[in-house]
């Protein structure tokens, strides 16, 4: 009687250990996913980010080039 | 003796389920971050693009606004 | 004869007045017309000056805020 | 009497034709200047106007810049 029960308790025991292993490496396996996700994502952002600064120092060139204009338009006014 | 091999394997048995449901909380509690994170990464990738749409926005007037001071110039030209 | 003579000199000098006085009243219509000229030249560059400036002012006005715009980006991109 | 007359005359008339005639060269004097500085005055124009042209063509190539980096930025943003 004891044995069968204690057999019983083993089997039991083993089952749910080999479902929660395999609830284990499901997990893992998301968790692996979004990190790559996460990875994925902050490389991206760290290209637009790069693209925006390029951006905004095209953007610093073209203000600096209107600000020349602005001065000859001055300095032509100025002489005239 | 068979009765104590299986109370030894029942024992085992239950030690490691207990191990791999500890380690399973801290899995879905990693997941449960990860996922808190990148919805955090979204909103905030979300914030950013509206922003920079609102920027994008500013920069149309301001090239209508150029333009129109550019035909302003044009016509004066013109009638002088 | 010479009272003839000088008649005839008297008659002579008188026309010449005449042909110079009227070329003298010519000359005298033309410099009017020539400073009225030169007076509507001077108006028309003094209204064109002033678009001018105008315009120069709504330039600066332009490049400020695009560089307002420059700075919201800059503040964007540091931030994100 | 009638020849000293005439002669009165005669020298009077004279001297009137040399006042008259220098105050001619006088007006002819000042309308060659007006006439320079209405030409002088035209040409500083013409120059002044070619300048504004040129200044005009630049800003064109500074909006369509502009254009440019607004498009790229739309893109970007898009693209994210």
């Known amino acids: ?3 069968r029960q204690l057999e019983a308790q083993r089997d039991t025991l083993s ?3 080999q479902e929660v292993e395999s609830r284990n490496r ?3 396996e998301q968790l692996t996913d979004f990190e790559q996700r996460l990875e994925k994502s902050q490389n991206e952002q760290g290209v637009f980010r790069n693209n925006l600064k ?3 120092e095209i953007l610093d060139g073209k203000i600096f080039e209107l600000t020349e204009l602005r001065d000859n338009l001055a300095k032509l006014i100025e002489g005239s």
Chains 1, 2, 3, 4 share one sequence.
Do not use: I, M, R
């Open 54 to 56: 390029t951006l905004l």
């Open 26 to 28: 499901d997990l893992v």
């Open 15 to 17: 089952q749910q250990l």
């Open 1 to 3: 009687e004891g044995a």
